[in-house]
């Protein structure tokens, strides 16, 4: 039998599984037309990194950045308002335009 996920644990994967996703696709394309080694040249100081972890480094990057938009977007669908919370007419306007 399934168990059901709570609302906190479906929350954490919709945000999670879709940044994961899209980090992976950001960092195919990023280093994809950029080099570790010239990305790490343009820093004022020197950094010994392998290419490997200027890649793991590029992903949690893009995953984080990722991460924040798919939070911003869950917590502005949780917080919207409900259409059948606003009143069709406000109450001060008349709803026949001739009276």
């Known amino acids: 039998m399934a168990k059901h996920w709570n609302w906190r644990q ?9 940044s994961f996703l ?12 950029m080099d570790p080694a010239l990305l790490l040249s343009a ?10 972890a200027v890649y793991s480094l590029g ?6 950045i990722c991460a924040g938009a ?5 917590w502005l669908i949780r ?3 409900r259409m059948d919370s606003f009143p069709e007419v406000p109450p001060d306007l008349p709803v026949d335009p001739e009276s």
């Open 79 to 81: 917080t919207e308002r």
């Open 22 to 33: 899209m980090a992976s696709v950001a960092t195919l394309v990023f280093f994809a037309k």
């Open 59 to 64: 992903f949690f990057f893009f995953w984080l």
């Open 43 to 52: 820093f004022v100081f020197q950094v010994e990194m392998s290419n490997q």
């Open 10 to 18: 479906r929350s954490i994967a919709v945000i999670v599984w879709p």
């Open 70 to 74: 798919c939070t911003l977007s869950t």
